[in-house]
């Protein structure tokens, strides 16, 4: 007999007969003792593991389960009802009945019904039926969640590509259903549907309840909508979706339309309720149509039909869907994925209603615009008196040639010598408003922009004379202002040598944003703006005024009978719009100490050059010639401050004038104190105020413009000699405050002894 180790040895050199011998000899008691259960495995592996693997099966389906809730009824149950039996005959005499079960949710139930060969069901058959049961279950509730991922899928594609039809059309609500409800079709699983689109109006025209008020036609006694508005669809969108699709558009449909003929859509209007009807032939409450509805032989058989509601709670439209494609009524989930559809248009009707506000608010833009240009426009009066074809030439400037116009408006505007255009010096006040407006035109004949450009000579006329009533008759920012900017801008290209940085389009462009620069000006700051919330802060985030001025600017340029760039090509014009911008942005102080130290380094840059360097090193570089256009601009604007001391003494009060207007206005509407430069009670201040804002401001912008062209020096002059006035009435002020002051204290000190009084005794210690 072999022993222990010659066996093993023999069965692993072997391995065909080892394996051989394991499943005859062993194999079975091994699979024997690792069941729980104890039996004797009789027969081949594969049927010893079915059996095994059946059990498992069983278990794990069991663990799944929650308790099987089960009825069991006999015929005299008190519950049972035998409505069914007496309908088809049948005679039920015992039977079992068990949920299928999701969560808390029921999805079906399985009855069984009159055991063969007994009178009731067994604890045995019990079992039975619930081992049945929790197979069911598994397949039951696998079933139910394919069908609720597709559920959920066809919603979220619903919402999904109906949002994106929704924002891509909002020119009005019936093309934005349209749209949706055309892209998502797929998805309703239904035959056909219809939108019904509601009036939204609330209150008919007075001359509309005329008839009603004097007895000629009956009051309206029919359905309305929770919101009080009649019960009227002015427009129905049909889809067909079965065979060939079709889309119909019915305008005005009349009451007996077969979508509307059974009175459900009037229903859900009235009432906002969701209507599932799923046996539209057995219904007795509204008159379906039983036949074909029109010539596809479409038959009615069930219907869904929801209200669609926006987000002011307003029933906008009622959704009507007919027939689910598998035959079956619509159930649960149809009604949640048409709500959730129903919901979302309705909630987008908003972007509609944005879009349709947007749209009126633009319109009415253009209306007050209209209106506006019609009150400011020049009108052929103006020009004429200016222009004045009719008395010299017998014609009216369409009548006259171009040629014939220029010289004839070169003859009735003053030369630049003769007004001192070309001067730094000049003064407004001594010339009229009317005179201003002919210097202005003088102004672009001088830089030869006029015919170069093919300015029409009626045009320029116009335009000045718009530009001078765009202007509000206020104390300060008013036309004299404005053109006073526009004459130094002009004097500074001119008179300053700066024109050789620039052609004669920038010039052009220069010289007519300097005029616009304060156009409809309202008296008062940004700050001012801002803290009185008006529709400019409102409207603009930053540089309130100066981009209200730059938009009247462009409103011109938006006339063709105002506009002198009209003859420009696209690129020419998109560069005068540019400077536009960079000139009139520029006069917002508050950007002046941003660009101050880019301007005194092109200023540095070019003082060691010779003069032709210097003109490449400026007008070679795009960037370098708009820094210094902006400090032009911040020079002409406070060029007043350079004025003889005649002349800048009569503006500076009325700068300090509007200043003190608006500090009224700060009292008296934003009740806030104002700062002492807007206060009227520290006038007597002004003189210390223009010091400090000739030392602060204004002395860098000159000083640097003298070192950078020294035709310019004259400004700066100016602007010292009127320190030196401001200087000596600040220091008759500060000396007349200086004797008030002590005289108060010598009132104050009374005769009290100068060592202190009482006997030269201390207040504050005793000696003892």
């Not at 498992?56 to 929650?66: E, N, P, R, S, W």
């Not at 003298?706 to 000596?728: C, Q, V």
Request: charged share 30%.
């Amino acid at each position: 007999m072999a022993d222990k180790d010659s066996v093993e040895k023999y069965l692993e050199n072997n391995p065909q007969f080892a394996k051989e011998y394991f499943d005859k000899k062993v194999r079975q008691e091994v699979i024997t003792a690792a069941f729980s259960e104890n039996f004797k495995a009789d027969g081949s592996f594969a049927e010893v593991a079915q059996i095994q693997e059946a059990n498992i099966i069983f278990d794990l389906v069991k663990a799944m389960q929650t308790e099987t809730v089960m009825e069991k009824a006999m015929h005299k149950n008190p519950k049972f009802s035998d409505f069914v039996d007496k309908q088809t005959g049948y005679a039920t005499k015992n039977m079992l009945i068990s949920p299928i079960v999701s969560g808390k949710d029921v999805l079906g139930v399985v009855t069984a019904l009159n055991k063969v060969g007994g009178t009731e069901f067994s604890k045995t058959d019990e079992e039975f039926f619930t081992k049945y049961i929790n197979f069911a279950t598994v397949i039951a509730l696998q079933h139910h969640s394919t069908y609720m991922w597709n559920v959920e899928s066809r919603k979220a594609n619903v919402l999904l590509f109906s949002a994106s039809k929704v924002f891509e059309e909002l020119t009005d609500i019936e093309r934005q259903f349209h749209k949706a409800l055309y892209t998502v079709r797929l998805y309703l699983n239904t035959e056909r549907y219809s939108v019904g689109l509601l009036d939204m109006t609330k209150e008919k025209e007075f001359y509309d309840e005329w008839p009603i008020k004097l007895g000629d036609v009956e009051p309206y006694k029919g359905p309305k909508t929770p919101d009080g508005r009649e019960v009227n669809f002015y427009k129905i969108i049909d889809y067909l979706l079965e065979d060939k699709e079709e889309i119909k558009v019915i305008p005005t449909p009349p009451a007996d339309h077969w979508a509307l003929v059974s009175g459900l859509p009037t229903y859900v209007a009235e009432n906002g309720f969701i209507c599932n009807m799923m046996n539209v032939a057995a219904d007795e409450y509204f008159t379906f149509q039983k036949e074909a509805v029109d010539e596809t032989g479409f038959v009615i058989k069930n219907v869904l039909s929801l209200p669609i509601v926006n987000k002011k709670e307003e029933i906008v439209g009622v959704a009507t869907f007919f027939n689910r494609k598998d035959g079956k009524p619509f159930d649960e989930q149809d009604e949640q994925i048409t709500e959730a559809l129903t919901q979302f248009l309705g909630w987008s009707v908003l972007n509609c209603d944005t879009y349709d506000k947007l749209n009126r608010t633009e319109w009415r833009r253009d209306i007050y615009q209209e209106m506006l240009m019609y009150q400011t426009k020049a009108t052929l009066t103006d020009v004429q008196s200016i222009l004045n074809t009719v008395d010299k030439l017998g014609k009216t400037p369409e009548e006259c040639d171009l040629k014939e116009m220029y010289k004839l408006l070169r003859a009735n505007i003053p030369e630049a010598k003769d007004c001192e255009l070309l001067e730094f010096h000049f003064s407004d006040l001594p010339v009229s408003e009317f005179d201003l407006i002919r210097m202005g035109i003088r102004c672009f004949f001088e830089l030869n922009v006029v015919e170069k450009f093919k300015v029409p000579p009626e045009v320029l006329t116009r335009w000045m004379y718009t530009v001078r009533r765009g202007y509000r008759d206020i104390t300060y920012h008013n036309w004299r202002h404005g053109f006073n900017v526009g004459q130094t801008m002009f004097c500074l290209l001119q008179t300053g040598k700066l024109r050789k940085y620039y052609s004669d389009l920038e010039a052009f462009a220069m010289v007519a944003a300097a005029f616009c620069h304060d156009i409809d000006h309202r008296g008062t700051n940004n700050l001012y703006q801002t803290k009185s919330a008006s529709p400019l802060a409102r409207l603009h985030a930053s540089s309130i005024l100066e981009r209200h001025h730059l938009e009247y600017s462009k409103n011109l340029m938006a006339d063709e009978n105002v506009n002198i760039f009209q003859s420009l090509q696209k690129r020419q014009l998109e560069t005068v719009q540019h400077l536009h911008d960079v000139c009139i942005i520029a006069t917002d102080l508050a950007l002046y100490f941003k660009k101050r130290t880019m301007f005194q380094k092109i200023v540095d840059a070019t003082e060691p050059m010779q003069e032709e360097e210097g003109k490449n090193f400026v007008s070679n570089n795009p960037t370098r010639k708009e820094v210094i256009m902006a400090m032009m601009m911040t020079s002409c604007d406070l060029s007043a401050i350079t004025k003889p001391w005649e002349v800048q003494s009569k503006v500076a009060l009325m700068v300090a004038a509007e200043f003190w207007e608006q500090g009224d206005l700060e009292r008296t509407v934003l009740e806030q104190e104002p700062i002492p430069m807007m206060d009227r009670n520290k006038s007597d201040e002004l003189p210390k105020m223009q010091c400090g804002f000739i030392n602060f401001v204004c002395s860098f912008v000159y000083k640097e413009f003298s070192r950078f062209h020294k035709e310019i020096t004259p400004m700066f002059d100016g602007l010292n000699n009127n320190l030196a006035h401001w200087k000596e009435l600040a220091d008759v002020y500060d000396a007349k405050m200086k004797a008030i002051e002590d005289e108060k204290k010598k009132l104050e000190g009374g005769d009290k002894p100068e060592d202190g009084g009482e006997g030269g005794k201390s207040k504050t210690c005793t000696v003892s």
